[in-house]
């Protein structure tokens, strides 16, 4: 059973354009979550998917910032019109619908805009 | 709404000597704790956790942790580290009985020397 997948693992963009990340969760697992850590910060919470449904986005930028759980396909966070604060690790996590919320984490995509 | 606090940001240990990670949260319903741990450039790892149960939760790689209700803590400890422990231990604290997302503390680099 693979682990959850992120891609890109490295993403450079300039300022003003678009950035697109790609999480595939676990097999047999329903729920995502992104996250986004900053250096000598911890995790913070973006968004939590379920497919084709948005539970809770209370983490996400007002602007700029969307995500996608598509009934076929990966979860997708998108950021238009990138700016320096943006530069960031992203973490994507996954959970099965099951008590406990155990998360399994992705290995990242870092973001830099130059 | 809960919060996490991990009082200490750096801790530098000499290989074979004891180690607590200090971890208080704070939230008002009860909740699932949880160990993290990430070594550099790497996505986080679930270290252990405590849903319910026995107060003390252990890993397999001689970890453990003791939730204390009254004190609001989820320390972790190990009688003796080595070199490999080297990484950065994230505490993080969900709310209890349902799904969503984690609230993290901002990290504790454990840096284990010879």
């Known amino acids: 059973n693979a682990g959850v997948m992120q891609n890109p693992r490295h993403l450079v963009r300039r300022r003003g354009q678009e950035a697109r990340l790609r999480c595939s969760p676990m097999?047999?697992?329903?729920?995502v979550y992104w996250y986004r850590q900053l250096p000598e910060e911890g995790l913070k919470f973006m968004v939590y998917l379920q497919k084709e449904n948005i539970i809770d986005e209370s983490g996400m930028p007002k602007e700029r910032f969307s995500a996608e759980f598509p009934k076929e396909g990966p979860s997708i966070l998108r950021i238009q019109q990138v700016v320096r604060g943006d530069s960031a690790a992203y973490f994507c996590a996954s959970s099965p619908l099951a008590e406990g919320n155990e998360q399994f984490f992705g290995p990242g995509t870092r973001l830099t805009v130059l | 709404a809960q919060s996490v606090t991990q009082l200490d940001s750096q801790v530098p240990v000499f290989e074979e000597a004891p180690v607590e990670l200090r971890c208080n949260y704070s939230s008002s319903v009860s909740v699932y704790l949880f160990w993290y741990v990430q070594y550099p450039n790497q996505g986080l790892q679930l270290l252990l956790k405590y849903l319910s149960g026995s107060t003390l939760v252990k890993s397999i790689n001689g970890f453990e942790a003791e939730f204390n209700k009254s004190q609001t803590s989820f320390h972790l400890r190990k009688p003796s580290v080595h070199i490999s422990d080297t990484a950065e231990y994230f505490c993080a604290v969900s709310r209890g009985g349902s799904q969503g997302n984690l609230i993290f503390g901002k990290g504790t680099k454990l840096s284990v020397k010879p």
């Open positions: 097999k047999g697992h329903s729920h």
